[in-house]
Nanobody
Framework: QVQLVESGGGLVQAGGSLRLSCAAT????????MGWLRQAPGKDRQFVAG????????KYANSVKGRFTISRDNAKNMVYLQMNSLGLEDTAVYYC????????????????????WGQGTQVTVSS
């Protein structure tokens, strides 16, 4: 079993920045692809960013490319999401997630491919 705990969310003005952190316990994440996903009120959960086990491959949703950066520190069992130039459309609950399979070298973009999820952290962007 693995537990994922997100932190770093909060209220920020449009144009501001936040850095989300995800701490994993119970299992090393060093061989697993990881992702950040989000869910806004009334909407389905959507992929935001993914990073492969080594950190050499990253994927981003088109809506966040150039603004968000995903990174990881396998020695600390941590994953991060740096979010810059935040807009109202970024308001959502953000989840850290782990893909259990170690077969793939590219992180999945389908939320259904992730097997473990954190409890989420709220990000609210105000005008």
């Amino acid at each position: 079993q693995v537990q994922l705990v997100e932190s770093g969310g909060g209220l920020v003005q449009a144009g501001g920045s936040l850095r989300l952190s995800c701490a994993a316990t119970g299992r090393t994440i060093s061989t697993h692809n990881m992702g950040w996903l989000r869910q806004a009120p009334g909407k389905d959960r959507q992929f935001v960013a993914g990073i492969n086990w080594s950190g050499r491959s990253t994927k981003y949703a088109n809506s966040v490319k150039g603004r968000f950066t995903i990174s990881r520190d396998n020695a600390k069992n941590m994953v991060y999401l740096q979010m810059n130039s935040l807009g109202l459309e970024d308001t959502a609950v953000y989840y850290c997630a782990l893909e259990l399979s170690t077969t793939w070298s590219v992180p999945p973009q389908d939320p259904n491919e992730y097997d473990y999820w954190g409890q989420g952290t709220q990000v609210t962007v105000s005008s």
